[in-house]
């Protein structure tokens, strides 16, 4: 009876301390270990069924089922770990019929190894071109084809369940900036009333992060931080950030929300790839990340190197022999010269997305590779320092 409740959701009423402690542990298979923290960096593991995810660790993005122009293959070879998959688009094309008839993502993929689900929050704020947000949930407009949807924290979980990913997100209101006190105050404890939602309909053996939103505000962040503590999440994102707010204000943002976070579980910044905010969430101790950066640049001829970015459409690289990175190993800069990448960027070959996506996801798998290392060996501050000066980033 009590495994029957636990699949059923129907968790609180159950347990005789429920009421007590908020809400009973669901048996998930995922544990978090923290290996050596030197300061507030910290080197961790997260272990799941699916397999060890090293942290810090870059999340490629794998927005439709696919991290565009990448096989999963290829994504194995670089090093990635885990990827996320993003429920708004997944639910709308080709719908969860299909993704359940065809036994869940990582079947429908090919992919067995870990994958975060995104809740789909933020793209039915960002993209649904109607919305209608209410006490349960957010009716809106498919962007594809205008079609109606209602998509709340029910719903969410009930998708993210269908999808089958190792994590899933709370559903949660990323609130736009500007926004006033009285917009932040009142999203946000919209935001911590679905959390708790989906933290009732947590899926069995499914991971569960909630996501602390805030705004701009201090005080407020604070309060959504000590909400989701309180219903007790198996890791914390911080979310609604980079969306056009000041650096600095996002960067202090960022340190004032790590200070708050337990020390015993997964931080994860959501949607922020940029590498000096990468580099300054790090410092703070957060452990998780995604972006579209690198896979959405690489394809618009933006690429990542060691001496910073490189735009490969540039006249200067027409005679060019070099390689794209001499420091770099990827499959990419190992067999092909800038001067062909630039032919193929100009001549809108297929092959230049492939080859530009293989070499700036390599290059963001290394760097956090040697991230790691640098917490490892206590030399963080200088592996900031270096990396700051490759991308003329000022502190
Ligand atoms: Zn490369």
């Known amino acids: 009876m009590w495994q029957e409740a636990l ?15 908020g809400f009973v542990r669901l048996e998930i298979n995922m544990e978090f270990s923290i290996i050596n923290n030197n300061g507030q960096q910290r080197r ?76 789909g929050g933020f793209q039915v704020f960002s993209l649904a071109p109607f919305r209608k947000i209410g006490e349960h949930g957010v009716q809106f407009r498919s962007h594809i084809d205008g079609s109606v949807h209602f998509i709340g924290p029910a719903e969410a979980m009930k ?7 190792d994590i899933a997100m709370a559903f949660d209101e990323c609130i736009p900036y500007p926004a006033s006190y009285e917009y932040a105050e009142k999203s946000t404890e919209m935001t911590t009333r679905w959390a708790r939602e ?13 996501i602390i939103q805030g705004g701009m505000y201090k005080d407020l962040r604070k309060r959504s931080l000590e909400d989701l503590l309180f219903i007790g999440f198996d890791g914390y994102a911080v979310g609604g950030l980079s969306v056009g707010e000041p650096k600095e204000q996002m960067h202090e943002m960022i340190s004032f929300c790590a200070s708050l976070l337990p020390a015993d ?19 703070a101790g ?26 490969i459409k540039r006249e200067e690289f027409k005679f060019d022999k070099g390689p794209l990175d001499p420091d770099c190993g990827c499959y990419t800069c190992r067999n092909y010269s800038r001067g062909y990448l630039r032919h193929l960027f100009l001549s809108r070959e297929i092959l230049s997305m492939r080859l530009n996506t293989l070499h700036n996801l390599f290059f963001y798998q290394d760097f956090f590779r040697k991230m790691r290392d ?22």
């Open 7 to 21: 699949r059923a959701g129907n968790v609180q009423s159950i347990h005789p301390r429920s009421h007590i402690m």
């Open 44 to 119: 961790a593991s997260i272990c799941t069924s699916r397999g060890h995810i090293n942290t810090p660790a870059f999340m490629p993005v794998g927005t439709l089922g696919t991290v565009k122009a990448m096989s999963p293959e290829e994504l194995r070879e670089i090093g990635a770990e885990i990827i996320l998959g993003n429920t708004y688009h997944l639910y709308l094309r080709p719908g969860i019929e299909v993704i359940s008839a065809l036994e869940g993502l990582h079947s429908f993929m090919n992919w067995d190894m870990p994958i975060l689900t995104d809740s």
């Open 159 to 165: 998708i993210q369940g269908v999808l089958g990913s």
């Open 198 to 210: 989906c933290r009732k309909l947590q899926n069995y053996g499914q991971a569960l992060f909630g």
């Open 265 to 283: 579980k997964p931080r994860y910044l959501m949607g922020i790839g940029d590498i000096g905010d990468m580099l300054v969430a790090v410092d």
């Open 286 to 311: 957060f452990d998780m990340f995604d972006c579209v950066m690198p896979t959405r640049n690489a394809r618009n001829g933006t690429l990542f190197t060691s001496q910073g970015r490189i735009s």
């Open 374 to 395: 640098a917490i490892v060996e206590n030399r963080f501050r200088a592996f900031r320092e270096q990396w700051e000066r490759v991308f003329d980033i000022r502190p």
